[in-house]
């Protein structure tokens, strides 16, 4: 992406974990097609239309490469390096065009208003800071581009899955490198100051109990 700048230091970092980092690589490579089966009618629809050009935050091993039209360019912001080898294969596997840099969503060292699109699936539960990386996504979005995401959200209130959440917390946070599985993301991506937003809440049937309380949509910078 032309304009590109370093990021500057940030005071959070992202810890390369020796051990977790692999495993959540091979993790996310291995059970690709059973999350795609999950999520592929919602993704089909989220991503529908991409432009050629598109910036993802946390694109992982690349699960949403084979939504984007081929010979197009992804901006990818990973600041795990453990994901870097798989994502680069996958890309050019799909046909791709890689621009991949090693920074956090919080402050991606992109100029503003330089995308027509960003995309995240699963990420929102992992960042440091959600609201910091709505912040900035706005500030890269161009007037009228979108955000198009998909997480997986806290259970409402009083609910066995809530109950399910709380109990299972730590142990979810220590397998997926600080995912948490307790975020009401809804609340914080309708305040982030997005010109319009559709959210819709859907269910995703699996034994992995604190994944099944989702939101999708579409926000607009
Ligand atoms: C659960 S994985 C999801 C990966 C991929 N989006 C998918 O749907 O399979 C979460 C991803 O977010 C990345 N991540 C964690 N913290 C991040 C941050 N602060 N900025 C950008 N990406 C981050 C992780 O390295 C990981 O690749």
């Known amino acids: 992406m032309s304009g590109t700048t370093t990021a500057p230091p940030l005071e959070m970092g992202f810890e390369q974990h020796a051990v977790r980092g692999p495993l959540n690589a091979a993790f996310f490579r291995v059970m690709d097609p059973y999350i795609e089966r999950k999520l592929r009618s919602i993704k089909q629809h989220l991503f529908n239309g991409l432009p050629r050009q598109v910036v993802e935050i946390g694109p992982g091993v690349g699960a949403n490469l084979r939504y984007l039209p081929v010979a197009s360019t992804l901006v990818a912001i990973e600041p795990n390096r453990h994901m870097h080898r798989p994502l680069t294969a996958a890309a050019r596997q799909h046909g ?3 621009d991949l840099w090693e920074f956090m969503a919080e402050q991606t060292g992109l100029p503003d208003d330089c995308a027509d699109a960003v995309i995240s699936s699963l ?3 992992s960042v440091q800071d959600p609201d910091a990386v709505l912040t900035e996504v706005r500030r890269i979005l161009r007037p009228g581009g979108t955000f198009r995401f998909l997480e997986h959200v806290a259970a409402p209130p009083g609910t066995m899955t ?22 009401d993301l809804e609340r914080s991506l309708r305040s982030a100051g997005f010109r319009s937003i559709t959210i819709d809440r859907y269910r995703v049937h699996t034994p992995f109990l604190p994944f099944n309380t989702h939101i999708a949509g579409i926000a607009q910078a």
């Open 123 to 125: 990420v929102l539960c």
């Open 96 to 98: 791709v065009r890689l």
């Open 162 to 183: 809530r109950a399910a959440q709380r109990i299972l917390r730590r142990p979810w946070a220590w397998i997926f490198e600080g995912c948490s599985c307790e975020r």
